[in-house]
Antibody, heavy 123, light 110 residues
Framework: QVQLVQSGADVKKPGASVKVSCKAS????????MHWVRQAPGQGLEWMGWINPNGGGTNYAQKFRGRVTVTRDTSISTAYMELSGLRSDDTAVYFC????????????????WGQGTMVTVSS | QSALTQPPSASGSPGQSVTISCTGTSSDVGVYNHVSWYQQHPGKAPKLMIY???KRPSGVPDRFSGSKSGNTVSLTVSGLQAEDEADYYC??????????FGTGTTVTVL
């Protein structure tokens, strides 16, 4: 079945970087954009950025530009999100999510989600 | 780009209907039909319920419907069931940004 499986929880110190992985299965990885969304404890959803696995093009929310890098390895159908300069307010669950598509018609919506990765930033 | 505005909470009794609003501006919701809705149960990943304002992905019950008027989109849940109790988020494509979520609404089934 179509699924996204993310790496496990991580704890980082302020100023460090974290890299979260998202392995896709059950569909053609290069056929769908992959997005990253985060959710701080008790808070709402926040869009971070996307990658086009077919070519590697990216786009990031203004808030995260300069700190976030999304990459992919098509040989293992895996996307990565790296966030640098971590602060305590980066403590959140980070989700990867596939952008839906039907026969080349973009849904502009996220139809498959990973299980989430808890990243805790603490000294 | 500011978050879209949703009411913090909404409620209804089993079998009733509840409607959640999501208000943006003429730069996002008002100009694009690329609005989606997500259901999120505690500790779980969000689930896509509606895309392109009023389209349902396969497997989503037809009790869930979406609509749009001007700068506001709405999600209506008809025939409320206990399992509909969750947080709901709208999301709009806004071009350059390019996505912004709503503030979220907690739906309680009384």
């Amino acid at each position: 079945q179509v699924q996204l499986v993310q790496s496990g929880a991580d704890v980082k110190k302020p100023g460090a970087s974290v890299k979260v992985s998202c392995k896709a299965s059950g569909y053609t990885f290069t056929g769908y954009y992959m997005h990253w969304v985060r959710q701080a404890p008790g808070q709402g959803l926040e869009w971070m950025g996307w990658i086009n696995p077919n070519g590697g093009g990216t786009n990031y929310a203004q808030k995260f530009r300069g700190r976030v890098t999304v990459t992919r390895d098509t040989s293992i159908s895996t996307a990565y999100m790296e966030l640098s300069g971590l602060r305590s307010d980066d403590t959140a669950v980070y989700f990867c999510a596939r952008e839906g598509d039907t026969g080349g018609s973009d849904w502009y919506a996220f139809d498959i989600w990973g299980q989430g990765t808890m990243v805790t930033v603490s000294s | 780009q500011s978050a879209l505005t949703q009411p913090p909470s909404a409620s209804g009794s089993p079998g009733q209907s509840v409607t959640i609003s999501c208000t943006g501006t003429s730069s996002d919701v008002g100009v694009y039909n690329h609005v989606s809705w997500y259901q999120q149960h505690p500790g779980k990943a969000p689930k896509l319920m509606i895309y392109e304002v009023n389209k349902r992905p396969s497997g989503v019950p037809d009790r869930f419907s979406g609509s749009k008027s001007g700068n506001t989109v709405s999600l209506t849940v008809s025939g409320l069931q206990a399992e509909d109790e969750a947080d709901y988020y709208c999301c709009s494509y806004v071009g350059a940004t390019p996505y912004v979520f709503g503030t979220g609404t907690t739906v309680t089934v009384l």
